[in-house]
Each structure stands twice: as C-alpha cells, then as structure tokens.
C-alpha cells in the first residue's frame, strides 16, 4: 500500500467504528433509556420473547416479565391474598398487535403469621400471549418488532417495596427469538391446565362446598392446594386438614373452604386453581384451572345481635396472657374435629345417651318398655327383634332431628336443642298423648276396641313397630333434658360439618338405647326379669301415674308460654278428651248417644277457649320478678365487665327439668345467695322459654345449643361454665376464685 | 307366658320380691349418687368444651368487641368508653409504603380531620411486633403522627395483635367503622383503587368519607364491605 492510503486508513477505519457504534447504538435505543433488565436490590426483572417462528399472524409470539427474586423476598399472584398487591404490566405496542392477559404460572402460598398470601419466590416468568393481526404491517426498513413495558409490582419480606420499572425489548421479525425457550417452557408447565367439567361450588353456612369432577388419574387421591381467583372471598390462612378439609370420592375431589367473615364479595361463579400439593419432578400439568358456578345462599350481614363480647375480651385476654395463637377459628362455623377429639366426642354422646335415660323425662317411657320386656320374658328372638327395632327408631328419629336442626342451621335460623317444647302446640299436642297412654294404662280403654280388627291385626303381626314408635317417643321426651354430656355434645355438633354432626347425633341414640338393645341380646339381663303373673296389671295400672305426672308437668310448661289461661285451657281440653275415649270404649246406643254429645262439648270447648293454649303469655308474667335475679341482656354484661363486677348468668327454659331442678335447689339456697353477696356478684337470668334469638346467639358463643347453662364471668378472665346439675361446693369453690 | 305347673303362693311371692326389688334398684338412684355419675361425667364433658374454638372476627352488623390499649400518652382506653359515638379504627404502620402513601400526600390526616368534625372517635392503632424491624416506640409513634399532622383521638399501641387479631385486621391500612350501638358497619379498604402511587388518591372513591356522609344522612353504609389493600400487618408469631 502506498503511503498516502496508509495515512487515510486509520481515520476512515476510526470513523468506521464510530458511525457503526453510533448506529448499533441508535438501533439498540429506540424510544428511550429504557433496557430489558432492571436491577433492584430486591429482584431482578427482565423483559423475555419467546418468537420461535418471528412475528407473522398464526405464529407462537410470547413475551415475559422474568422477576428473579432475592432469597425471603415475593411477588404477588393475581390474588394476592390478606395483603400485597399483584404485578401489574401496561404495554406499548405497535398497531396490529396485542397484548393478552397475563397467563399466571401457579403461585405458592405463603403464610405470615395468622394471615396468608399468594405469590412467587425464587424465579418466575409471567408470560403474556401477543396476537399478531392480518393487518399489522411493520415500519419500513423495520427488522424487529418494538415492545415497550411499563411494569410495577410489589415485593415484600417481611416489609414491602413498591417497585416499577419500563422495559424495551426488539424481536426480530423473521428469524427465531428462543434464547428463553426454557423459561418459557418451565412456564407454561407451571400454567394450571383448563378442566372439561366447570365444577359446582355451594354455600353451606359460613363455608364454601367446593366439588371437582374430571381431574386426571393422576391427579386423584392425591393432595390439592386451593387457590381462589377471586380475593376478599375466603379465609386464606385456612390450614389444610384443621381450617379447610378435603376429600377424594372416586374422580370427584371435594372441598369444605371457610369464608372470611368480612368478606367483600358476593359472586355467582367462583374462577379457582388446585394444584398438587406434592408434585413429582417434572410433572406436567401440576394444577388445573375452572370457573365454577356457585348456588346456595350467601350469609347475609347479620342483623344487630348480641354477641358475647365480654367472653370475647376475657378469652383474648386469657390467650394473650398464656401466649397461645389466637385460632382466629370462629364460633360456629362448621369446623371438622380431627380423628382423636371426635372419637373423644363420639364417646361423650354415647355416654349422655346412655346418662339421659336417667333424666324424669325418659323414665315414664322407660317404665313402659320395662313392662314390655317383662311381658315377654321367655321370648328371646322377640326381644331382640324388639330391642333392635327401639334401637332403630331412637336412632333413626334422632339422626331426623339432627339433620332437621342441620337444615335449619343452613337456612340461618337460629336454633337450639329443645326447640320442640318451645311452641306450645308442640306441648299441647304432647300432653293430649300422653294423657291417652295414661288412660290406657289405667284400663279406662282399650287399644282393641278402638281400632278397626285390620289394624289390630297390623299391630299383632307388627309388634316392631310399636317398638320402633316408642323408640321415636322416647327421643321426643327426652329432648329438653340436656344432662352433662349431650350438652357439650350438641353444643360442639352445631360447629361440625354435616356428616360430623349426624355421626354424633346417631351415636346419642345408640347411647339412649343401649339399655334396651343389652337387655334385648343377653338373655342373663332378660332372664334376670321377674317372671310374668297378676302382678303385671299392678304394674300397669301404676305406670299410668308416672304418664299423669309427665301430663302435669307439661301444663305447667304450658303454662309459662300461654300463661295460666292456656293451661286452664289445655286441662278443660284433656278432660274432654278423657270422656271421649271413654265414651268411645262403650258399646251399642250408649256409644252412639253419649260419644256424641261429648264430642260436640268437646268442640264448644275447643272453640271457646282452645286458643288460649297458642296465644302467648303476657311478658311481665314470663320475666322473673325477682328482684336478685334481674333480666339478662347483652349490653348488661358488657357494661356490668366493664364496671369490674363478676356477673353470673343462668340460662334457663320453663320445660327444662334440669333448670328448675338447680333453680329450686342450689340457687335458693341462703348459703349460695350470701356468697354471691359477699363477693359482689351480680345474677342475672336468660329466659329461653320462647327462643329469644339473643340468647340463641349468646349460647352458641359459649359453646352451647341447650340449656341449662350456668356461667360465670369474672373480669380479666374467660367466662367460667359449671356443670349442668349445680353443686354447691362447685360454685363456692368458683366464687372463692374471685 | 304361665306354665300353670306353679301355685298362686310361689307367683305371688316371686313377684312380690321382683317388686321389691325394682322398688330398691329405684331408691338406688337416690340423688346422691346420681350427682356423682353427674359430676364425674361433666369433668369429661369438659374436656370436650377444651377442644372448643376461640372467636371470631366479627362480620358487619355483629357487634364489635371490646377491648383494652394503652395510648402513645400512656393514658387507657376502652371501646365502650366511646358508646354513643360513631368509631372509626385505623390500623397503621409508618414503616409500610401504603400508609406512607396517604400519610405523605395529606390524604389520611384529611380523613381524620373530617371524621373529628363530626365528632367522630379516630383510633389510630399499630399492631407491628416489638421484634419487627419498623416497630417504633409510642414517642416515635406519636412524634410522626404530629410529624405528618395527624389528628387521631389517640393512637393505641397493640404489640401483642389481640385487637388486631379479634378485629381480623389483615393490612395496614385497614379502616373499620363501628356505630354509636357498637355494631360494626364498614371494614375495608381506605380508598378504591389499590396501588401504592399518591397520584390514584384522587380519582379514588375514599370509603370512609363516604360511609361517613351516608351514616350521618340516616342511610345504610352502601359499600359496607371493601377490599382492605396494603402491607400485612406485622403481628408477634407465637
């Protein structure tokens, strides 16, 4: 080369270098100092492709935002959960393209505290879809697609930073972008994958049934995580196997989700994840993606009910104080009882069952089984057929009752055990029956003239069903009676899932019948009854008075509702009934001429003055008028904690045994009043005779569906329940802890 | 079913003693003793109730619960010192970009400002952990409230959560409203739209100023119910 291109070559090989940096540089800038990757201390965020056949309509054209998180620091899932806030992407594109919604990899929850999120850690690539258009026509000389992202999100540990960022990135329009063909794969596979069958979700009280068909063989019988869309709906930090349940039947897997009891939304479907809480290496799909539809009825704000507040504020002091974890689980919202507390509770029903045959309710139908037994000493298969057949209608009518009250529970009514002998038809209805079994004890009629000979015959070849009735009989008495175990029980069966619930219900009326379904198989039991002879018809005629006696203490219950003229009312109407069925056992004209005209004073009776028996008392007459023992209300408990004084409250009913029992007894006693003098307690008394709605709600904060309920609240600690038969010695020593 | 092999005096007298002996099983179950299997049968009774869950947030219309806090003054303050006066319950934490948000854009401190015209209680409370990295002694509390012209009836300091816990407060901030029967009648969010840019604030529908206006009016809180946005709230993990 001569010397005069030597000395050109530099300068021109510089300005070379220079023009084409300043083009690389051009071209590498288009719209600003915007790059695909920005570092923050807590992430670092990229903007990815993924073109694998350049930009054209009908190809695969993705893009990302890649967030590399510092290790303990997340982002946020579509529903970010109690707190955070989702990523957010606003793109900038030209015209012919568009952007879709971001296709969310499944996210982890993550627990903070008693609150939970939902969100990422680690890598993650949210992906977006762009549809390329038939029109989209690039810019001349163009050789790349343009893509700007403006893209905030929020990052937290333990504290959060609210961080954004723009982001440019070119893919090129022909020729293959799929350096993040990884990424992108590793993505998709984290995408919950669409199921054919939408599912069905229902509202069962303060829970969500949530039932999904058509997940794969590979799915089933295995662990799912749940992951609702829609946020504010349900208690995220619900823990599996102790807050929310899950079950496998067959390929449909179900799902009992408790609802936040704040929650701000009411929707008609519900768009949801699960995903496998275990996942093998590798494992594609992992989750599953549905939009069910939800029925059932919303619980609706409740109206301004008491709730116990002072138990509220003394049980949040005692956790405070003993340090324990709030359960944040509330009352009573269904909550299924692990394997060992329910088999502990399944063993309490038995037990009360067994227990309530001692109450007085039970024992007049007691009495008449042990006249059947007796009568059919040397019967074995008889008395095993019988007991089986008592068996199942105890069992039977009480799982009716329970699933009854469950559906009530469902339709939000506010229900208690009792609620039978709270209308005073109910009582009316019951008294007239039992006055009709006394009659007949007694000898006054007849069962075989009465009934038609097809009857009779029915009831001869059918001896079961009497016993099957007796046994429905037996749980219609004992109802009211709550003794010790079947009040904790029933209290702890209204907080339990459906078949929870009715499992207890089931066990209760084995334990009531256990007596009879013994006596039934061991023939020692049998053989042990006393042989039958003339004694019986004694024995006949004195079990009527134990029926009279029931009859006697139903018109005094009657009488609290209906006050003294319904009882009146309901004794004239018994007396008229006696007359008839006696009327009606004689035979020939006599029948005809006197059945007839008691019939019809019967009818003058009933309707002169048989409403008396469902109108209701007047209040004054129902509310204690003792001075010591003043009207329970909810805002007087409150204001009386809140003044420093211990309160004692006793919730009673006028057709619960057990209440006037302890009423009579223990809480007349001069010693036990003085003591509550002496330590400035103040008493005070919830009348549940007409189910009074508040106390229903009062009750079922302490744990309680029955009555009676004895609790002692003294300030600065959690409201103290005595036993159901009051014992002095019980009491004082409660007192003496003030 | 008789044999008839047996005289009058043999049945009479084996039923008199059946007799006799049901009539003592009977006595048997004299009080005494039925107390006895009573007592010992409650003392397992009661270990079911043990088992029993605590309480729950309480959802709007139920009545809010009680509680018991000390002040950044060190003066204390119950909820039902307030009765007869509409309350409304902010959960706060300085250190959270949320809060700061409509601290430092003038938002909250106006919402108190408002609120306090009427002659509404603000109760500022701060549920964040003492072993938090933004926990902040009530001297600091109080000193960035006056800071940020904050005017809070009192702001109560919660470390242990318990009223945040009883309220179910999920984020700072998270309003609540309670009426002056002491139902509760908003829980949720501050504003509309949740993000943490001062700029939103106002095209924001600001929940509590509405739910305000409507009680005073005599008409039901419409949006009762909202999104609570924000940092969670750092409560001691037990």
């Known amino acids: 080369m001569n010397t005069f291109a030597r000395r050109l070559l530099a300068p021109f090989l510089f300005l070379m270098t220079a023009g084409y940096a300043a083009l690389a540089l051009a071209q590498a800038l288009p719209g600003g100092p915007a790059q695909p990757v920005l570092t923050t201390p807590h992430v670092r965020a990229e903007l990815v492709a993924y073109a694998p056949q350049g930009v054209a309509p009908g190809q695969p054209l993705w893009v990302g935002l890649q967030i590399q998180h510092q290790p303990e620091w997340h982002t946020y899932w579509k529903n970010a959960g109690d707190s955070g806030l989702p990523t957010e992407m606003h793109w900038t594109l030209p015209p012919g393209i568009d952007a879709g919604d971001i296709d969310w990899p499944v996210p982890h929850k993550i627990p903070v505290g008693s609150l939970a999120n939902y969100g990422y850690e680690g890598t993650v690539l949210l992906p977006v879809p762009l549809t390329v258009s038939p029109d989209y026509r690039p810019a001349p000389l163009a050789r790349s697609l343009p893509v700007r992202l403006q893209a905030s999100w929020l990052v937290c540990r333990l504290e959060c930073i609210p961080e954004e960022g723009t982001f440019t990135l070119d893919i090129p329009l022909n020729g293959s972008l799929a350096l993040s063909a990884d990424a992108f794969q590793a993505a998709f596979d984290a995408r919950p994958a669409p199921l054919p069958d939408a599912g069905a979700v229902t509202v069962e009280g303060d829970r969500l049934q949530v039932r999904l068909g058509g997940l794969p063989a590979e799915a089933q019988g295995r662990m799912l995580e749940f992951f609702p869309e829609t946020g504010e709906l349900i208690r995220n930090a619900a823990v599996s196997g102790r807050d929310w349940t899950q079950s496998w039947q067959g390929a449909t897997w179900t799902a009992s989700v408790p609802l936040d009891p704040q929650r701000a939304v009411s929707p008609s479907s519900l768009p949801l994840v699960v995903a496998l809480a275990e996942p093998r290496t590798g494992e594609v799909p992992r989750a599953w993606r549905v939009d069910a539809p939800i029925s059932g009825t919303w619980p609706g704000p409740a109206a301004a009910r008491a709730q116990v507040s002072p138990a509220l504020q003394a049980a949040l002091a005692e956790n405070s104080a003993a340090g324990g974890p709030v359960a944040g689980a509330p009352v009573p919202t269904t909550m299924p009882l692990a394997g060992a507390s329910f088999a502990l509770a399944l063993a309490g029903a038995l037990i009360g069952g067994l227990l309530l045959n001692l109450m007085p309710c039970v024992f007049p139908v007691l009495a008449i089984k042990v006249l059947g037994i007796a009568r059919q000493a040397q019967d074995h298969h008889g008395h095993r057929r019988a007991a089986l057949a008592y068996s199942g209608g105890v069992v039977l009518s009480l799982l009716a009752l329970g699933a009854a009250m469950l559906a009530l529970r469902a339709a939000g009514a506010q229900l208690g055990w009792g609620f039978q002998l709270q209308s005073p038809a109910v009582v009316a209805a019951l008294a007239a029956l039992f006055t009709l079994i006394g009659l007949n004890l007694a000898g006054v009629f007849g069962v075989g003239r009465l009934a038609p000979d097809a009857v009779l015959n029915l009831q001869a070849r059918r001896p079961l069903v009497n016993d099957f009735l007796s046994g429905v009989l037996a749980v219609v008495v004992a109802s009211p009676c709550t003794a010790p175990f079947m009040g904790a029980s029933l209290g702890l069966a209204v907080t339990l899932p459906s078949a929870q619930a009715l499992l207890l219900f089931a066990v209760l009326g084995l334990g009531l019948a256990l007596p009879y379904l013994l006596a039934g198989f061991v023939p020692a039991l049998a053989r042990a009854l006393p042989r039958p002879g003339p004694w019986m018809e004694t024995l006949q005629r004195l079990l009527a008075f134990p029926m009279f006696a029931t009859v006697a203490w139903l018109v005094w219950v009657l009488g609290q509702q209906a006050g003294i003229d319904g009882a009146g009312a309901l004794l004239a109407l018994l007396v008229c009934l006696a007359a008839l069925v006696w009327a009606f056992s004689l035979a020939g004209r006599a029948r005809l001429i006197i059945g007839g005209a008691v019939a019809a004073i019967t009818l003058a009776v009933a309707g002169a003055i048989g409403g008396n028996i469902v109108r209701e008392a007047p209040a004054a007459a129902v509310a204690s008028a003792d001075a010591r023992w003043q009207p329970w209300s909810e805002g007087r408990v409150a204001e009386l904690a809140a003044q420093g004084r211990p309160v004692f409250v006793d919730f009673t009913a006028a057709w619960c045994v057990t209440c006037q029992y302890n009423k009579k007894t223990v809480l007349s006693d001069p010693e036990v009043l003085a003591e509550f003098d002496a330590k400035r307690v103040v008493t005070l008394r919830a009348d549940w005779t007409r189910r009074d709605p508040a106390i229903t709600a009062a009750l079922a904060a302490l744990g309680r569906s029955g009555v009676p309920v004895y609790a002692l609240h003294m300030p600065g600690q959690a409201p103290r329940i005595m036993s159901e038969i009051l014992s002095k010695n019980e009491l004082s020593a409660a007192l003496a802890r003030l | ?238």
Not at chain 2, 46 to 60: E, N
Not at chain 2, 90 to 102: A, D, I, M, S
């Open chain 2, 1 to 238: 079913m008789e044999t008839g092999k047996k005289d009058m005096s043999t049945v009479s007298s084996s039923a008199t003693r059946s007799l006799r002996a049901a009539r003592r099983a009977r006595a048997a179950l004299t009080r005494a003793s039925r107390r006895a299997i009573m007592t010992a049968a409650v003392a397992l009774g009661a270990t079911l109730l043990a088992g029993s869950p605590a309480h729950a947030a309480p959802a709007i219309g139920q009545k809010a619960p009680d509680f018991v806090a000390t002040d950044t003054q060190g003066q204390q303050h119950r909820l039902s010192d307030f009765a007869g006066k509409f309350v409304v319950l902010e959960w706060t934490n300085p250190g959270c970009p949320f809060v700061q948000k409509h601290y430092d854009s003038g938002n909250m401190p106006a919402t108190q400002k408002a609120a306090a015209s009427r002659g509404v209680v603000w109760l500022a409370i701060n549920s964040t952990e003492r072993a938090a990295s933004d926990f902040m002694q009530p001297a600091a509390m109080a000193a960035w409230m006056q800071e940020r012209k904050g005017v809070p009836t009192a702001i109560l300091m919660d470390p242990d959560g318990t009223i945040g816990q009883a309220y179910g407060a999920r984020t700072t901030p998270h309003m609540y409203i309670i009426d002056p029967k002491g139902v509760l009648v908003y829980a949720g969010g501050i504003d509309s739209i949740a993000s943490a840019r001062q700029e939103d604030i106002k095209t924001a529908t600001n929940y509590v100023n509405q739910a305000l206006a409507e009680a005073f009016g005599g008409k039901p809180v419409s949006a009762a119910s909202t999104r609570a946005y924000g940092c969670s709230v750092k409560y001691k993990s037990s």
